[in-house]
């Protein structure tokens, strides 16, 4: 009697309403819950419809893509034809016409390696030599001077090459520099530790700016009369020194979490100071901090574009060059959507590649 | 250091071991050693580079010294925080400098904190429209540098609102045009300062009230409408004040003449791209710290919250807010110090901030090294007082354990 019953019950169990499944169920879960978040929503489509729809029709239904800069004149919508008539200067600045496919085979090649990095399961004592070797090659291209390149000295490197090798060179340096800091910050060498700290919080307290002023007004009266060097490498110097910084506290931080039985362990068996940080505590560190190393990566290739202002010509500058060209006055809106657009992608990719790793890192604990 | 005191202990018990290590294989001296070598190091490449510096600065013939500080400036400034000329003095130029980088950072702090935790409240919406428009909101600022978001801006300025003549007029008595942003204010009367001081007395009021209501609460158990009673005096205080001296309504509303508009109060293009692009830049960072903290309480405590009867927006101000506060001031100190810190690219749009005075001071004088000097110094004065502050505000909230 009571198992009919059961069975009963079971029977007459229904579907749900169509009130919550399906676009109308998800509807009212997700935008119309209560009254609070009806009137959100429906506030946050009405700004939607004012904005939206006007700034699609100049940026696509009212625009031109492809005609002259006078064609422009005379439309109310954007004028994206200022990317594809001055894309090669945009993206190459000054380096010689003949020769853009140099730097344009360098970036594919950085490209390829970065590409090929991404996977985990490259990480091996290969892909440094790898590294080594594309790094090289890309010098060599840009810099020319053997099989039969012309030479390309460095005040002609500009563009987006320039931002791409500012922040992967600042990176590469800075990386090795902040790790020594980072341990010198954690020696109990007082003498090691306080020059660390000094450095650490001098150079986080500045602004970057500060310094690229430093590398462009006052590091030329630092130098013995006659030497002079490159305003690039001075600029790159200025980079490396700020990056290094901040990754220090990045791998400082990285350092704190390990924890001290490890250190203990590592001095039972008798290692002296280099190997334990070199074979116990920097791998499992270092593993820690890459989420975090990938930020300021980020942030170093955002940065890179400041040396605007000490007049080095990155893609920021080359695309404010193309804008000051009478011709294509007044078109700042669509170049500077453009390069937001092209910083977009290459800090996102980054952004997100950081936090699938996170994920992939994040074992157990 | 462990094995010197190891081998030190063995040789005293056992006589056979050799008392001491060689020196080389003991990590206090090789320590000692070492850190006289690094410091050796530091202080010959200071030397050298001071010296190079000296026969350089010699050779070109740059005066060394602040003695150019007392010397007249010679150039103008944009919109100056205080009364100053081209006549003045370069020291005054650069006080000018240093309070306009003091007046867009503070702006530019209230602002980002609100807009940030606006966001960053948003972006855990159960609203899915509203959670994801924040959401991109966050990832293009993050993702866009803010030199070039100043530029934008700037050109927006420049580029997209119209002439004086044809400025655009939002709300009556505000006008939007190439020049900036021009709205009415009430027109000067000596009432106004005593009303602001009224408006003091008012806030001190409520904090003796808060205070009072407190105790009360803690004695007897009774909640007295503390809020509610502060301000209404912080709003009846001044009024009554204005009422008393005769309610002026006069207006300085801003007028075409000419070319440009006169009256009211001017908000030059520059300060407002500069505003604009640190805004909208770090609140984005903020609005990921805000989230980050308010995910950061553990959900038993909301589950708590809820299961006594608050409401949302109560579980959100009584009980999720004051302790993801502990997670979020560190990080969040840190942005406020990056918005100071990146407000000196103001240099690129033409603002008067301190380092755009000091490289026009560079520039004229050639004092490059006093000059550098000064940018770093009024920085880190600035960092170290806002992480002073900052460090006693996170004292003051962390969680008192047993």
């Known amino acids: 009697m009571l198992n009919s019953r059961i069975a009963n019950a079971a029977r007459e169990q229904m579907k749900p309403p169509i009130r919550n499944v399906g676009v109308i169920g998800w ?339 | 250091m462990k094995r010197a005191t190891l081998d030190t202990q063995t040789s005293g018990t056992n006589g056979d071991l050799p008392p001491t290590v060689p020196f080389w294989r003991d990590p206090d001296k090789r320590g000692m050693v070492f850190q006289i070598v690094v410091l050796l190091l530091a202080l010959s490449i200071g030397y050298v580079l001071f010296t190079n510096t000296q026969a350089n600065l010699k050779r070109q013939s740059i005066a060394t010294g602040f003695g150019f500080l007392q010397r007249e400036a010679g150039f103008e400034i944009g919109d100056p925080a205080i009364a100053y000329t081209a006549a003045d003095t370069y020291s005054r130029a650069l006080l000018v400098g240093a309070l306009n980088t003091l007046k867009v950072s503070f702006v530019g702090i209230l602002l980002t904190l609100l807009l940030g935790v606006i966001v960053g409240i948003s972006r855990l919406s159960r609203n899915w429209l509203v959670s994801r428009l924040s959401g991109g909101f966050i990832e293009v600022m993050q993702n866009i540098p803010i030199l070039l978001q100043l530029f934008f801006w700037y050109a927006l300025f420049y580029e997209a609102f119209p002439a004086p003549r044809q400025a655009l007029n939002p709300l009556p008595g505000v006008f939007l045009c190439n020049r900036g942003l021009i709205f009415g204010v009430l027109a000067d009367h000596p009432v106004h300062s005593h009303m602001l001081i009224a408006l003091l007395v008012g806030v001190f009021g409520w904090w003796l009230l808060a205070r009072w209501g407190h105790k009360v609460q803690d004695n007897t158990g009774r909640i007295l409408p503390i809020h509610r009673m502060g301000i209404g005096l912080c709003l009846l205080l001044p009024l009554l004040l204005w009422l008393f001296a005769g309610a002026p309504t006069a207006l300085n509303i801003p007028v075409l003449k000419g070319f440009n508009f006169s009256g009211g109060v001017t908000v030059s293009p520059e300060f407002s791209a500069l505003l604009l692009g640190l805004v909208l830049y770090t609140s984005a960072f903020v609005a990921e710290i805000v989230r980050a903290g308010i995910q950061a309480v553990d959900r038993g405590q909301v589950e708590a919250a809820m299961a006594i009867g608050l409401r949302p927006g109560q579980v959100l101000r009584l009980v999720i807010l004051p302790q993801a506060l502990r997670v979020i001031i560190p990080p969040l100190t840190s942005q406020m110090l990056n918005l100071t810190k990146n407000s000196s690219l103001a240099i690129a749009i033409g603002y008067s901030d301190f380092v755009s005075v000091a490289n026009t001071t560079i520039n004229q004088t050639g004092q490059a090294i006093e000059g550098v000097a000064l940018i770093m110094a009024i920085y880190l004065c600035f960092s170290l007082s806002t992480s002073v502050f900052m460090n006693w505000y996170n004292k003051k909230m962390t969680l008192v354990e047993r």
Request: proline share 5%.
């Open chain 1, 27 to 365: 509807l009212r879960e997700n935008l119309f819950n209560n009254w609070f978040n009806s009137i959100l929503t429906l506030l946050v489509l009405y700004g939607l419809w004012l904005f939206v729809p006007p700034l699609f029709r100049w940026a696509f239904v009212d625009s031109l893509w492809f005609s002259s800069a006078e064609a422009c004149r005379d439309i109310n919508g954007a004028c994206w034809s200022i990317i594809p008539d001055n894309a090669s200067f945009i993206f190459f600045g000054f380096f010689p016409k003949g020769e853009h496919w140099r730097p344009l085979l360098t970036m594919l090649l950085l490209f390829g390696l970065v590409f090929y990095s991404k996977d985990s399961k490259h990480w091996k004592r290969s892909l440094g030599i790898y590294w080594t070797i594309g790094l090289i090659s890309m010098g060599t291209l840009m810099y020319g001077g053997v099989f039969g390149m012309p030479v390309v000295e460095t005040d002609q490197w500009s563009g987006f090459p320039l931002t791409l090798m500012l922040a992967l060179f600042g990176m590469v340096f800075a990386y090795p520099l902040g790790v020594l800091l980072a341990l010198g910050r954690r020696s109990k060498l007082t003498g090691i530790k306080s020059l660390c700290v000094v450095y650490i919080e001098l150079i986080r307290g500045v602004p970057l700016i500060s310094l690229l002023f430093m590398s462009s007004v006052m590091f030329p009266l630092f130098l013995p009369e006659g030497i002079s060097i490159d305003k690039v490498l001075r600029a790159q110097v200025a980079i490396i020194l700020f990056t290094a910084a901040y990754i220090a506290e990045v791998v400082r931080g990285g350092l704190q979490a390990i924890p001290k039985g490890q250190y203990e362990a590592a001095e039972s068996l008798g290692l002296g100071y280099g190997k334990t940080m070199r074979l116990i505590i920097l791998p499992q560190a270092l593993k820690i901090v890459i989420p975090p190393s990938v930020g300021i990566l980020i942030s170093a290739f955002k940065d890179t574009s400041l040396v605007v202002i000490i007049a080095l010509y990155d893609v920021l500058k080359t695309t404010q060059v193309t804008l000051s060209n009478p011709t294509w006055m007044g078109y700042s809106r669509e170049a500077y959507l453009f390069l937001a657009a092209l910083y977009f992608i290459c800090c996102y990719a980054m952004s997100s590649y950081s936090r699938k790793l996170e994920r992939a890192l994040h074992t157990g604990r």
